[in-house]
């Protein structure tokens, strides 16, 4: 059964910075992708950040590129956001999602649609 499970988020002030992980398990992705999205209330499903496995090539939303980064861990199947000058409306759900097969197109990284497995979300919440 697959798993992916985030954890990091929490309550931060305006200008702090957080590190979310999620840690995959039950099969190999090392040949898809994985990706970052969160959901503020009452709004659509966002796309944040998208990694390859292999070979690691990054994708970021045009409005987060400098402020957030994704990494990965290859030997935990681990892959990491790091956010920082947080500001009030990143506050949101923040979900990790997990594709097994690597997208032919590069667009694809940026879809929700794209990913098969999904986390439970963790919870962001930055205080001004």
């Known amino acids: 059964q697959v798993q992916l499970v985030e954890s990091g988020g929490g309550l931060v002030q305006v200008g702090g910075s957080l590190r979310l992980s999620c840690a995959a398990s039950g099969r190999s992705f090392n040949g898809g992708a994985m990706g970052w999205f969160r959901q503020a209330p009452g709004k659509a499903r966002e796309f944040i950040a998208a990694?390859?496995?292999?070979?690691?090539?990054?994708y970021y939303s045009d409005s987060m590129k400098g402020r957030f980064s994704i990494s990965r861990d290859n030997a935990n199947y681990t892959v990491y956001l790091q956010m920082n000058s947080l500001k009030p409306e990143d506050t949101a759900v923040y979900y990790c999602?997990?594709?097994?097969?690597?997208?032919?197109?590069?667009?694809?990284?940026?879809?929700?649609?794209?990913?098969?497995?999904w986390g439970q979300g963790t919870q962001v919440t930055v205080s001004s």
């Open positions: 990694i390859s496995w292999r070979p690691g090539t990054t």
């Open positions: 999602a997990a594709r097994a097969v690597r997208p032919v197109d590069t667009l694809m990284y940026y879809r929700s649609e794209t990913y098969d497995y």
